[in-house]
């Protein structure tokens, strides 16, 4: 478990960000002050790997390490963020990659303390100690047809997971208890009746005491998504509507505003947009207050995100908007103004090469240096990609 008051216990539970070790530069200087976001450097895989096909990222502030779930490796990826250094492999007989999302692992990671929490396929959560690398926890939630454990989210204080399988018709959640040597102990089902595409990124909300989770489709109607409120004992609380966005990523920001990664871009007519569409693409990224569902701000010129990130280092989101309309884009938003700052062109497999195909989907920041990391497929483009690679976003320090 993270130690109270520490950047991780922040990024875990939602506290505000007054209560950070560092302060937040959001309240030192503006974006002018900050300068233009660029890509520093880049960290390959140790040799021997190749990643084309992964999913979601984690930053633990408290080591500087982050953590990648790379199906193509099987494996849990570490990378030392404050070093820009490949660490390790931490492998768990993870399934891999089967041609299928809805079938691959290992998919989401959290980390609290020394334990490592990763999904898989079938329907499979596991327990790391970080220490020895060990499972020292294993559930399975039931999913059908050898469908994926997805997305997950932990509450430190009652030491307890919300993981989400989303390639089930209707997908559920399952509340996990962990015990206190990373023991799981499944608790309770919440199956969500009404979402027609899925269920995505939960987040944990200490100042609320609920989990938030993106719903991207109601009903089978495209234009109508939802952020679900769970209580921490696993009650479906309600459903906060969104209209043109299709929320996929989830992100805890200060005020208790939750930033939703709109997966779908629509167009100027309301309708979802492709490269032949007669309209103009509109992507936004959508600002709703946690605490009653109101949209702040919907943040115009960048879309198609699946995991996003709040760094309270620098009091900034970040988008991993691999389908975003001019090409894939590292999206940064300035979480005072709510206004989009820049975007950052990243890669993904093109549509012309055999599968399988990887995409810029993922993103996690390290708050301490404010360097967000985009891991990428194996590509000629980015510099020591070749086998696929970690991607260094960041403002240049003369530090």
Known sequence: MAHQGSLA????CGTAAAALAVPTRAARADDRDRGAVELLTTVPLSAGNHMVVFDISWVDADTELYYLAD???????????????FVKQIRANFKGFTGSNDTSGPNG?????????????????????????????????????????????????????????????????TLIQVDANGGLHLLKRITFADATNGAEQPVWDAQLGKFFLSIPELNGNVKDGAVARISRDGVL????????????????????DLLLGCSVVFDTAGKPWSPSDPNTAAPVQVIMDARNGAIDRRVAGVGGSDEVWFNPGDG??????????????????????????????????????????GTAHSVAVDPRNDHAIVPLPANNVFPDCLDGCFAVFGVPRDD
């Open 9 to 12: 216990s922040w990024l875990l």
């Open 237 to 256: 609380e309600t459903m906060f509507h969104v209209a043109d966005c299709q929320p996929a990523g989830l992100a805890l920001g200060p005020d208790q």
């Open 71 to 85: 199906r193509s490796d099987r494996a849990v990826d570490v990378v030392d963020a404050k070093r820009n250094v």
């Open 316 to 357: 900034r989101y970040y988008t991993a908007s691999r389908a975003n309309p001019a090409g894939p884009v590292l999206g940064v938003i300035d979480a005072r103004s709510q206004k989009l700052v820049q975007v950052v062109p990243t890669f993904n497999t093109p549509s012309s090469s055999p599968p399988p195909r």
């Open 109 to 173: 990671v959290v980390v609290a303390g020394h334990l490592l929490f990763v999904t898989d396929a079938p329907s499979r959560v596991v327990a790391i100690d970080l220490r020895n690398d060990k499972v020292v926890g294993e559930v399975f939630t039931g999913g059908d047809d050898g469908n994926r454990a997805d997305e997950l989210a932990f509450d430190p204080q009652d030491r307890r997971i919300l993981a989400v399988n989303n390639a089930d018709s209707p997908p559920f959640a």
